[in-house]
């Protein structure tokens, strides 16, 4: 390589990284795999919502073994996605993090049964075994069943809890009579397995008014106290609640949108489409910022569980802020 | 700071009591070494934690995990009982056993030892994360799928040393026993299966360690909710790390009892051998 060629690359290098630097990084941790559920995020970076505002966001997905709160903790990300449940659980062991928006209004998480086994109502619910998710999923569940005064260790009266994976495997296989799902994947799931909406019965948390807040953004009290990293987080929530109101109006395109950026290849069309259209209801009503009763009523929710409670006292409002979204909702 | 001198400050005793104590002789002394070891070791880990301030969400210091084990022993018996005694132990005597009596028919007929052994070195090269789901899948989600991983994963190491150890004896010795008129049943009893015994205590001892992690990854893949493998997994979660942090102070004193009650049984059983003798 001559001489002039080495200063041409270089330079050129220069120039690139010169135009990186003028828009603000960022770095967002998803609590699952790419998929409808996070559109609003895709949506924002392919509409260029975010190079609007001056952003340069970049999008981690998650995964099973993923714990968005320790990524978030551990430097790796700014903003992380997480229920309330699960991120007042870590907070309570020690994790400084904070809500600042709430792009969900409304609970997707149920409890779906197969009517063969006979359940009709929470009432049905002793004696049998129910399926969930752990990772800070189980907490709505475990909450429920002590709000119905339900034992959970599967003795006499109770209910018994058992750990499921990811899928409703356990469900088709009759290994458990109920299982964890979310209106907009693993109800589907069941329904592509050959099963029929005749053939379930479904408790909506929402309905049972035991609903506790999804997928809301959090970050560190760290990061609030950064009056340079708060200025980045309101430009980051306008954009991204401009992209979650897209998605909302546009949910073809953004179900596309999420399938580009699925790196894995493993979500198909028809699922996405289908869950954009339930998570669009899910969204609906919620401008991004926190509804103070939504919270209060999480956390009643949380500290009713009897015996073992989620968490131990009430984290009040240092646990939200509507400092960031007052901001971008301007 | 005044923590991270005292880490210093412990360091440099307890390396220089090390190095005098080193140069005895004795039983007190090849206890005192690796005692004080440990010891120093957790102090510098405190001190280093609480030095710097390490979050507890990166690496809690020993006194939060200690507290925990004590406030969360219920729970960890509880876990115990189900991956150690339940998983790993019924595991472990299942394919230990089956592995020795496969050594004996493999080690009698030859077709046996040349067509099952790359088959056995084939399966034991399986990634049990490849075969955990699948056992959880036809045994079920409680201790009994666990045990079928512990089976998979020690049956391997036991019959390949055990085989090993069966063919480990002199023409000479074997002359010796068809002079006296002994069988095939004699001298296998007399003659090969205690030659072969320092082998088949490498694989049991090899197997001791496999059999507790494979109870606790295959844990992993499907369990109820209790457990070692669950709690870990599932903690992490909701950020008790400490907790995470006792499982695995668990599973290493409980892996090292179990290598070590394995050790003590190999030394009672081959007195004999070169290995074991002036000890």
Redesign the interface.
């Known amino acids: 390589m001559t001489k002039f060629t080495g200063w041409g690359i270089a330079s050129a290098l220069l120039l690139a990284a010169g135009g990186a630097q003028a828009a603000d990084e960022l770095t967002l941790q998803l609590k699952w795999v790419t998929q409808a559920q996070f559109a609003g995020y895709y949506v924002a970076a392919e509409k260029g919502f975010y190079e609007e505002e001056d952003l340069d966001v970049t999008i981690k997905p998650g995964g099973p ?1 993923i ?1 968005p ?2 990524v978030l ?2 430097g790796g990300a700014d903003v992380m996605v997480d229920w309330l449940p ?1 991120a007042l ?2 907070r309570e ?3 400084p993090i904070v809500n600042i928006a709430q792009p969900f209004k409304s609970s997707g998480l149920m409890l779906t049964c197969l009517k063969e086994h006979g359940i009709e109502s929470p009432e049905d619910f002793p004696g049998h075994t129910l399926g969930t998710w ?5 907490l709505p569940l475990y909450s429920w069943m002590s709000k119905l005064g339900y034992a959970t260790d599967g003795s006499e009266g109770g209910v018994t ?5 990811f899928n409703v ?2 469900l088709l ?1 009759k ?1 458990v009579e109920c299982a964890t799902t979310m209106t907009y994947n693993e109800y589907w799931q069941v329904i592509d397995a050959g099963l029929t909406p005749e053939d379930l019965v479904v408790f909506k948390y929402q309905d049972e008014g035991i609903s506790t807040l999804e997928d809301g953004l959090y970050t560190t009290e760290e990061n609030l106290a950064d009056p340079e990293m708060t200025e980045k987080l309101v430009r980051f929530v306008r954009a991204s609640m401009k992209g979650w109101k897209y998605a909302e109006e546009n949910p073809d395109e953004a179900a596309e949108i999420v399938l580009e950026n699925d790196e894995t290849g493993a979500q198909t069309e028809k699922h996405q489409k289908r869950m954009m259209g339930e998570i669009a209801k899910l969204t609906a009503g919620s401008n991004g910022a926190l509804d103070p009763a939504d919270f209060t009523r999480t956390v009643e929710v949380l500290l009713s569980a009897g015996a073992d409670p989620v968490i131990t006292k009430d984290p009040g409002e240092a646990a939200w802020t509507h400092a960031i979204t007052d901001e971008a909702l301007k | 700071m005044s923590w991270i001198v005292a880490g210093l400050i412990i360091w440099a005793l307890g390396l220089w009591a090390n190095v005098r104590l080193s140069k005895r002789k004795g039983r007190v002394a090849a206890l005192a070494v690796p005692v004080i070891f440990g010891l120093v070791l957790v102090f510098v880990w405190e001190a280093v934690v609480r030095g710097f301030g390490i979050s507890p969400v990166l690496l809690p210091a020993p006194s939060v995990i200690a507290a925990r084990f004590g406030q969360s022993s219920s729970v960890l018996w509880q876990d115990f009982v189900q991956t150690v005694l339940k998983g790993a132990l019924t595991g472990y005597v299942l394919g230990c056993s089956a592995a020795l009596l496969t050594a004996i028919v493999v080690d009698r007929f030859d077709f046996l030892r040349r067509g099952l052994l790359p088959v056995g070195n084939f399966v034991a090269a399986l990634p049990i994360i490849g075969i955990a789901p699948i056992l959880v899948m036809w045994f079920g989600f409680d201790w009994q799928s666990k045990a079928a991983v512990v089976v998979v994963m020690v049956f391997f190491p036991v019959l390949v040393n055990a085989v090993q150890g069966l063919s480990d004896t002199s023409a000479m010795q074997r002359d010796l026993m068809r002079t006296y008129a002994a069988g095939y049943w004699t001298s296998l009893w007399k003659l090969r299966l205690p030659a072969a015994l320092p082998f088949i205590f490498n694989g049991l001892k090899i197997a001791s360690t496999l059999a507790l992690i494979g109870a606790i990854v295959a844990e992993f893949f499907g369990s109820p909710i209790t457990g070692m493998g669950f709690r870990i997994s599932t903690s992490v979660g909701l950020l008790q790390l400490d907790l995470v942090w006792a499982e695995i102070v668990v599973a290493a004193l409980a892996g090292s009892a179990f290598y070590g009650g394995v050790a003590l049984i190999e030394r009672a059983a081959t007195f004999w051998h070169p290995s074991q003798r002036g000890r």
């Not at chain 1, 752990?134 to 189980?138: D, I, R, Y």
């Not at chain 1, 809890?161 to 994976?165: E, Y």
């Open positions: 073994d714990a709160v320790q903790l551990g699960s659980a870590a062991n020690g994790a752990f990772f800070g999923n189980e809890i058992q750990k499921i994976n495997d356990p296989q290994q």
